[in-house]
């Protein structure tokens, strides 16, 4: 019964989506959250380990227990569960002292960015991320506003929720961690992520996944939102290159083509 309830489920995944098809993606089970940048895609699994993706397999990228990882132009970076910050270098984790955060997004171009648990919002100098290789005390600049989860592009900006599940986006300079003025857009979302060619996806509290539409040089906050059906209640999404990829409640995760 349990392998006839797998198919049905497993069909029920295919014939989902937007303009898309959905399927079953490479498994770790049970998946907490995933991030794909640059035709990388890492995640971390209920037991706070961290996985990178080659082909169709998940590998452990080491021991140390992270609650976040994030993977773009400056690289592999994650939060673990006391809030410290790390860089992938070299096949290992190393400490990036400066700054606590607890949830860090590596996909903007070149530069870093994460919030604290009290909401503020920091940012590592494309500058300073992208030649940090060894244990230093590292200079995050502090930006204006609280935000809960933060995610960052190459091509139009940033994009962040609130802890009153407000959305918001704002322009930055990569070298400089310098943004215009934080605009806030229509909708409600707990998690908001955006690919590298700016396309920006969120999940609500109820775990719907919605995309934003017209967002281009002249409009980048967009201009409506559009609800990309799932076969179930969905924790977190990222998106690269045409690829959506999903992690369900009961931590699995999805492929989407888009």
């Not at 943004?179 to 060619?197: C, P, Y």
């Amino acid at each position: 019964m349990k392998a006839i309830a797998a198919l049905l489920l497993m069909l029920n995944y295919l014939s989902v989506g937007h303009g898309g098809i959905c399927m079953e993606g490479p498994q770790q089970f049970p998946a907490v959250q995933i991030d794909a940048g640059q035709g990388k895609v890492v995640m971390t699994d209920s037991n706070n380990y961290a996985y990178f993706l080659i082909g169709s397999q998940w590998y452990k990228m080491g021991l140390l227990t992270l609650k976040h990882v994030s993977v773009g132009p400056a690289g592999i970076w994650g939060v673990d569960l006391n809030n410290r910050v790390y860089e992938y270098v070299a096949g290992s984790f190393v400490f990036a002292n400066g700054e606590s955060l607890r949830q860090v997004d590596a996909g903007g171009d070149g530069q870093v960015v994460g919030v604290t648990d009290t909401s503020t919002i920091h940012c590592l100098q494309s500058t300073i991320a992208s030649v940090y290789r060894e244990q230093s005390t590292l200079s995050w600049i502090t930006l204006p506003g609280l935000l809960m989860y933060v995610s960052c592009s190459t091509k139009y900006g940033c994009w962040g929720v609130n802890s009153a599940e407000n959305i918001y986006f704002t322009k930055v300079t990569p070298s400089t961690c310098g943004i215009s003025d934080w605009i806030h857009v229509d909708g409600l979302a707990v998690k908001v992520e955006t690919g590298t060619d700016g396309s920006v996806f969120v999940v609500n509290r109820v775990g719907e996944v919605y995309q934003r539409q017209g967002i281009d040089s002249r409009t980048p906050q967009g201009t409506s939102w559009t609800q990309i059906p799932m076969p179930s209640r969905v924790s977190h999404v990222s998106y690269d290159r045409g690829n959506l990829w999903v992690v369900t409640d009961n931590g699995t995760i999805l492929k989407c083509l888009y």
